[in-house]
């Protein structure tokens, strides 16, 4: 692993080597040990630093937002089926479960 630098998870103050040190791509082949392999025992050894965290903002608003992008795009999906059949609004709400 020369020119790598692994760090060592810690709590804020007090730093403690409770994970050894890993190949990345190791966690990414899945071949890491338990603690790199499963997030809640990761997160729960990691000192999340400003940089981490504001890493961690970007990716959840970009899942919302690729989430929103999913909802819109099956909500078409299911209208452009709708008018392909030539539903009307009760076997939609039948086939939406929304009918009682």
Excluded: C, W
């Amino acid at each position: 692993m020369e020119g790598r630098h692994a760090a060592q998870a810690h709590k804020a103050g007090s730093p403690r080597p409770s994970l050894s040190p890993t190949d990345l791509g190791d966690v990414t082949r899945r071949t890491a040990t338990s603690e790199y392999r499963d997030p809640q025992k990761l997160l729960a050894r990691t000192y999340i630093t400003n940089g981490l965290r504001e890493l961690l903002v970007r990716v959840l608003v970009t899942l919302d937002v690729l989430n929103a992008d999913l909802a819109a795009t099956d909500a078409l999906i299911d209208r452009i089926v709708y008018a392909l059949y030539g539903l009307g609004p009760d076997e939609i709400a039948i086939i939406e479960g929304a009918l009682q």
